[in-house]
T-cell receptor, first 113, second 112 residues
């Protein structure tokens, strides 16, 4: 069974640009979570999508947004990139009704120059 | 408000020695507790989880953790570490659905 897949794995952008990161959850999982892991800041919760709806949002500015598609895959969009957006962006999926256990992808490493 | 504290930022242990990583949590209800491991440049892998029942839980790779409600702790242990256990370890707490709150992580270095 395929795990959570994310793309791209690495990307470099410049300040002010926009980026889209993609995530495919484990088959059958309806919930998708996005976390930011920046150097020295640990894992910060960004967004939670379930059944196509945004269920919860972390303490991030509105230029961080996303969506979930009918097939439960998800996109994370970051507009007007800033240097401090450089981080590993991790996507996780879960079966919402069960246990809250998250299964993580390997992440997308974003570098903003 | 919920929070997770991992007091040790960095631990160095000799190969073959025992390892214990500390985790303390603050949570208003019965917590669902997790330990994840992250190897360099990788995502997070679940080691073990506690929801209810026996307070000593077994996980993958020879890890175990003990839930102590009175101390609000969920410490991770391994009797004998291997060089491949060098990684960052995260404790997390959640309500059983929805997002998890992660600790800051403990970096484990294994020396020969």
């Amino acid at each position: 069974e395929a795990g959570v897949t994310q793309s791209p794995t690495h990307l470099i952008k410049t300040r002010g640009q926009q980026v889209t990161l993609r995530c495919s959850p484990i088959s059958g999982h309806t919930s998708v979570y996005w976390y930011q892991q920046a150097l020295g800041l640990g894992l910060q919760f960004l967004l939670w999508y379930d059944e196509g709806e945004e269920r919860n949002r972390g303490n991030f500015p509105p230029r961080f947004s996303g969506r979930q598609f009918p097939n439960y895959s998800s996109e994370l969009n970051v507009n007007a990139l800033e240097l401090e957006d450089s981080a590993l962006y991790l996507c996780a999926s879960s079966l919402r009704q069960i246990t809250g256990e998250l299964f993580f992808g390997e992440g997308s490493r974003l570098t903003v120059l | 408000a919920q929070s997770v504290t991992q007091p040790d930022i960095h631990i160095t242990v000799s190969e073959g020695a025992s390892l214990e990583l500390r985790c303390n949590y603050s949570y208003g209800a019965t917590p669902y507790l997790f330990w994840y491991v992250q190897s360099p440049g990788q995502g997070l892998q679940l080691l073990l989880k506690y929801f209810s029942g026996d307070t000593l839980v077994q996980g993958i790779k020879g890890f175990e953790a003990e839930f102590k409600r009175s101390q609000s702790s969920f410490n991770l242990r391994k009797p004998s570490v291997h060089w491949s256990d060098a990684a960052e370890y995260f404790c997390a707490v959640g309500p059983g659905w929805g997002k998890l709150q992660f600790g800051a992580g403990t970096q484990v270095v294994v020396t020969p």
